[in-house]
């Protein structure tokens, strides 16, 4: 074990003090760890591989900074570390060619097996691009589908919350600690969404927000999802960032059309003409990834089962959860098939 005594004080053992261990070990440089997961059959064989080389090591600055806020951070409820290779870790985003070695959560974990579509877009949008960001959100809550996003002023913020008004599920993903609110005009919705969806990030707790990492956790959207949704990009947006990531993942990109005139879609209609699908509504992009959806729905529906028979519900609650577990249903005909009233659904 390591010799300076850290590992009973900061009480992480297993894979998640090896692979904090592993990400901030100086030894190997960003790109050269990834080149040694690629070289591994499995981020198992490559961590056991790890062994040899912290087990007599003393540990540097950095990784006893990690350790300490990691442990510091799972104290608190509804907090979760999450490690390349463990079943709880999101299936899509670990097939991506750079994955997080440790993931910092904070809310339901479960959503990170749902199924999830990306919604990106400007800092300043238009009052349609507005308009188009709560459209495609309520749109999507309402099939049961999670919306990822990353937090930032505009579009980003429009889809957080137009997905929880939906009563939907979100996905928060921070260029910075996951307890770390930014911008800082987003408190609010950073704790309805740690409270009704999740807040994740790669970055140990604490850590601030700098422009090196926005472009870190973009990659993480796009990885997260099943496809990824442009709602106004303008040339040079940052916005196009997430949408070649999405590429890269050999992932589904949807793009929302503007006005020709405007220079907010200058991006997003070239990213059309490359190939990117049209998007005007929410069918759109679901009639394209129906089996994906089908196949990660299911995925969801067994690692959230639920025993109806122990919990302590009303009669409406567990009809609505039995046509629920049956299939995706929107808000309209769950009210038809369950004969209950709008409100009470």
């Known amino acids: 074990m390591i010799q300076n005594g850290l590992t009973p004080s900061y009480d992480l053992v297993g894979d998640l003090f090896r692979w904090i261990c592993f990400k901030h070990d100086p030894a190997w440089t960003r790109r050269q760890k990834y080149q040694l997961l690629e070289h591994h059959e499995s981020p198992q064989a490559l961590i056991d591989w790890y062994d040899p080389h912290y087990e007599n090591s003393t540990l540097n600055a950095s990784q006893s900074s990690a350790l300490k806020k990691a442990a510091e951070f799972l104290r608190a409820s509804n907090h979760h570390c999450l490690v390349l290779g463990q079943t709880n870790y999101p299936p899509l985003l670990a ?13 339901d974990i479960s959503l990170l097996v749902a199924p999830c579509i990306a919604m990106v877009g400007s800092r300043r949008p238009t009052q349609l691009g507005v308009n188009s960001t709560q459209a495609f959100a309520s749109q ?3 099939m049961g589908i999670t919306t990822v996003s990353g937090m930032a002023l505009g579009v980003d913020g429009y889809a957080h919350e137009a997905t929880l008004c939906a009563s939907g599920s979100t996905i928060a993903v921070l260029a910075c600690g996951a307890d770390v609110v930014y911008p800082a005009r987003h408190r609010a919705l950073y704790q309805r969404i740690a409270k009704r969806g999740l807040v994740l990030s790669e970055y140990p707790p604490g850590t601030s927000a700098l422009p090196f990492r ?4 973009n990659r993480l959207v796009s990885g997260l999802s099943l496809g990824t949704l442009i709602i106004e990009a303008a040339d040079k947006s940052g916005t196009l960032i997430t949408a070649r990531y999405c590429i890269e993942h050999n992932r589904d990109l949807f793009v929302v059309p503007g006005s ?10 070239r990213l059309i003409q490359q190939g990117a699908y049209l998007a005007t509504n929410a069918n759109d992009i679901v009639s394209v990834l129906a089996s994906e959806l089908s196949e990660q729905i299911s995925v969801f529906r067994k690692s959230s089962d639920l025993d109806l028979e122990i919990l ?3 009669l409406a609650e567990r009809t609505v959860l039995n046509l629920l577990r049956r299939e995706t249903m929107s808000t309209d ?3 038809k098939e369950a004969g209950l009233s709008v409100a009470t659904v």
Request: charged letters at 15%.
């Open 333 to 335: 005909l769950i009210v």
């Open 312 to 314: 302590d519900i009303s």
């Open 140 to 142: 999507l809550a309402s």
């Open 214 to 217: 926005f472009p870190e956790r």
């Open 260 to 269: 020709l005139q405007s220079a907010q879609y200058e991006g997003s209609h």
């Open 95 to 107: 097939q991506i060619a750079d994955p997080p070695f440790v993931l910092y959560a904070i809310g």
